[in-house]
């Protein structure tokens, strides 16, 4: 579990294929690795791996086909930045929200633009994950714990704030840059529970219509 603050950035040091999946050695810059042994977690731009291996500066893992699939990790190259953060601890303050570092889909960003000292960014969430994300909730994008400003269908808006901009990797943002996403998880356990026993059923989901006949739409936007 992490908290969306992000303690340090790294650098990927060596992408290593081995029989379909990869091994990423991540060089972790500031961060203090003197408490992390292998089998630890680490998030690596919003993704939960393990340390399998630690050496001077950093740290490796192991990174599944499923993985490479459902994020961003995949399209990483070598020297590429990433945002790092360790996991919560129980004396740990919770400054961002609870994050799981299971990656829910990939966003692409719409736009850049300058607000003040600060900047706006609005992002294309995947369709799927569009109920999940609410003004002025939280989400998570490349580990980073955001404000959702507002909220126009799958696309959000985030105000990104000098430091955040400083320390973090989306100061490298451009337009069409793909980001890992997680919605926050009190939002995909609600729907689970609110589901009840149609949850058992695979054919079933939440949709506009099921909305729509439990009062929670008018039944004419439905």
Not at 115 to 121: C, G, Q, T
Not at 216 to 221: G, I
């Given at each position: 579990m992490f908290t969306g603050i992000i303690q340090a950035t790294g650098l990927i040091a060596a992408i290593e294929p081995r029989a379909g999946d990869v091994r990423l050695r991540i060089a972790c810059g500031d961060l203090d690795l003197s408490s992390v042994t292998p089998g630890d977690s680490i998030a690596v731009s919003g993704v939960c791996l393990t340390a399998v291996a630690m050496d001077e500066g950093g740290f490796s893992a192991d990174v599944s086909t499923e993985t490479l699939q459902c994020t961003t990790l995949g399209e990483l190259a070598a020297g590429d930045a990433v945002n790092l953060e360790k996991p919560l601890l129980p004396a740990t303050p919770l400054g961002g929200h609870f994050v799981s570092g299971h990656v829910d889909g990939v966003g692409e960003v719409i736009d850049l633009v300058e607000?003040?000292?600060?900047?706006?960014?609005h992002i294309q969430a995947p369709q799927a994950l569009a109920r999940y994300?609410?003004?002025?909730?939280?989400?998570?994008?490349?580990?980073v714990s955001l404000t959702v400003?507002?909220?126009?269908?799958?696309?959000?808006?985030?105000?990104?704030?000098?430091?955040?901009?400083?320390?973090?990797t989306?100061?490298?943002?451009?337009?069409?840059?793909?980001?890992?996403?997680?919605?926050?998880?009190?939002?995909?356990?609600?729907?689970?529970?609110?589901?009840?026993?149609?949850?058992?059923?695979?054919a079933s989901s939440i949709t506009r219509e099921f909305l729509a006949n439990h009062g929670?739409?008018?039944?004419?936007?439905s």
């Open positions: 607000d003040a000292r600060s900047l706006r960014i994300i609410a003004a002025k909730g939280s989400v998570c994008v490349d580990g400003n507002e909220v126009n269908g799958a696309q959000f808006g985030v105000n990104i704030i000098p430091h955040t901009l400083e320390h973090t989306i100061g490298q943002y451009r337009a069409g840059s793909r980001v890992n996403i997680e919605v926050d998880l009190i939002a995909r356990y609600l729907e689970r529970l609110y589901m009840g026993a149609r949850a058992a059923d695979p929670y739409l008018d039944q004419t936007d």
